[in-house]
């Protein structure tokens, strides 16, 4: 079955705690895209990738750093997390074609 | 750089009524576009889309779409508004000449009135 699976899928976690929201797709999709969703902003872009090894940021990147060692994986990594990283996050992933956009089921994220 | 813009964070209708949902986009060449809908606390669902096939792009539970490419517009409408309609709405737009990026509007919660 062609999915994307993230994990964790909720995460209560303390200031400064390095954490790492994982992002896993089985459609060998050459693009990858990290998108936090937050109350009346929608769904912000943090950082995109078109191929393995190579990224690129989005809209809203600060704090935020990613990887693309392999196709298939595309791990969002929060290095010193803050408060106002607390939000929503969905993975997604789609090939060149792009008529299908496939979604992970989204993490939520709490930093206290 | 490609741009979505929803006009209106809420919208509010009276079950019956015609549900009008706006999205504008922004685009160096002819763009892919999507609705998608988000229920509460769950995740992201697929409306419609339009990949440069016909301009009146018929999705799930009653939904369609129009590509207007001179307006640089891709509405969502429903005839007849339900109360399971309620949710939010938003528009992206996938853009070939801008790296194939996925651009998402603000969103659009749509409410129903009984």
Same mark, same amino acid.
């Given at each position: 079955?062609?999915?994307?699976?993230?994990?964790?899928?909720?995460?209560?976690?303390?200031?400064?705690?390095?954490?790492?929201?994982?992002?896993?797709?089985?459609?060998?999709?050459?693009?990858?895209?990290?998108?936090?969703?937050?109350?009346?902003?929608?769904?912000?872009?943090?950082?995109?990738?078109?191929?393995?090894?190579?990224?690129?940021?989005?809209?809203?990147?600060?704090?935020?750093?990613?990887?693309?060692?392999?196709?298939?994986?595309?791990?969002?990594?929060?290095?010193?997390?803050?408060?106002?990283?607390?939000?929503?996050?969905?993975?997604?992933?789609?090939?060149?074609?792009?008529?299908?956009?496939?979604?992970?089921?989204?993490?939520?994220?709490?930093?206290? | 750089?490609?741009?979505?813009?929803?006009?209106?964070?809420?919208?509010?209708? =009276? %079950?019956?009524?015609?549900? /009008?949902?706006?999205?504008?986009?922004?685009? #160096?060449?002819?763009?892919?576009? +999507?609705?998608? &809908?988000?229920?509460?606390?769950?995740?992201?669902?697929?409306?419609?889309?339009?990949?440069?096939?016909?301009?009146?792009?018929?999705?799930?539970?009653?939904?369609?779409?129009?590509?207007?490419? =001179? %307006?640089?517009?891709?509405? /969502?409408?429903?005839?007849?508004?339900?109360? #399971?309609?309620?949710?939010?709405? +938003?528009?992206? &737009?996938?853009?070939?000449?801008?790296?194939?990026?996925?651009?998402?509007?603000?969103?659009?919660?749509?409410?129903?009135?009984?």
């Amino acid at each position: 079955e062609a999915q994307v699976t993230q994990n964790p899928r909720y995460l209560i976690t303390v200031t400064g705690k390095k954490l790492t929201v994982t992002c896993s797709q089985n459609m060998n999709h050459e693009y990858m895209s990290w998108y936090r969703q937050d109350p009346g902003l929608g769904l912000r872009q943090i950082y995109y990738s078109m191929n393995v090894e190579v990224t690129d940021k989005g809209d809203v990147p600060e704090g935020y750093k990613v990887s693309r060692k392999e196709k298939r994986n595309f791990p969002l990594i929060l290095e010193s997390p803050s408060p106002n990283q607390t939000s929503l996050y969905f993975c997604a992933s789609w090939g060149v074609s792009g008529n299908t956009i496939y979604f992970g089921e989204g993490s939520w994220l709490t930093v206290v | 750089a490609q741009s979505v813009t929803q006009l209106g964070s809420h919208v509010s209708v =009276s %079950e019956g009524a015609l549900v /009008l949902l706006r999205c504008n986009y922004s685009s #160096s060449v002819p763009p892919y576009l +999507f609705w998608y &809908v988000q229920y509460p606390n769950q995740g992201l669902q697929l409306l419609l889309k339009y990949t440069s096939a016909a301009t009146l792009v018929k999705g799930i539970n009653g939904f369609e779409a129009e590509f207007k490419k =001179s %307006e640089t517009s891709f509405h /969502l409408t429903k005839p007849s508004a339900h109360m #399971s309609d309620a949710a939010e709405y +938003f528009c992206a &737009v996938r853009d070939p000449g801008a790296g194939n990026m996925l651009t998402f509007g603000g969103g659009t919660r749509l409410m129903v009135k009984p």
